[in-house]
């Protein structure tokens, strides 16, 4: 079996990113956590998309709990 190096190593980043957001969040309150990452720029357009419908309220759940009362 020929082995071959690594060129990206997945997981080393992602514990790497997650270790430094550890550090900035540490100690922030639920709030100060939400608006931290609202604060956060997103270079993909999708997932900018998906922040932006995800931080306005549902039609759809609106319409469901007034149908439940």
Do not use: C, H, N, Y
């Not at 997981?11 to 550890?22: G, H, L």
């Not at 309150?29 to 956060?40: F, G, M, P, R, V």
């Not at 270079?43 to 439940?68: C, N, Y």
């Amino acid at each position: 079996m020929i082995k071959t190096e690594k060129k990206f190593d997945a997981v080393a980043m992602m514990r790497s990113i997650r270790d430094r957001i550890s550090v900035e969040i540490d100690g922030m309150t639920l709030e100060e956590e939400l608006a931290w990452l609202a604060a956060q720029e997103l270079k993909d357009p999708f997932l900018k998309r998906l922040r932006d419908r995800a931080a306005q309220p549902s039609v759809a759940a609106d319409e469901q709990e007034a149908g439940r009362r």
